[in-house]
């Protein structure tokens, strides 16, 4: 299930939440977009933002 740019929705910049997972940019943009899978990193990502 993607996470549909949720970074945005926050107000934090793609890169920032990158280095907050200790992956590039374009991980967390086809974490978002679905593109690719990887479900801890999701889990946690939704995780974060739920907490923002």
């Given at each position: 299930m993607p996470v549909v740019a949720g970074h945005e929705e926050i107000g934090v910049r793609l890169p920032?939440?990158?280095?907050?997972?200790?992956?590039?940019?374009a991980?967390?943009?086809?974490?978002e977009r679905g593109a690719r899978r990887d479900d801890n990193?999701?889990?946690?990502?939704?995780?974060?933002l739920r907490a923002a």
């Amino acid at each position: 299930m993607p996470v549909v740019a949720g970074h945005e929705e926050i107000g934090v910049r793609l890169p920032t939440v990158a280095e907050r997972f200790g992956v590039c940019p374009a991980m967390i943009s086809c974490i978002e977009r679905g593109a690719r899978r990887d479900d801890n990193l999701a889990d946690a990502y939704r995780d974060w933002l739920r907490a923002a």
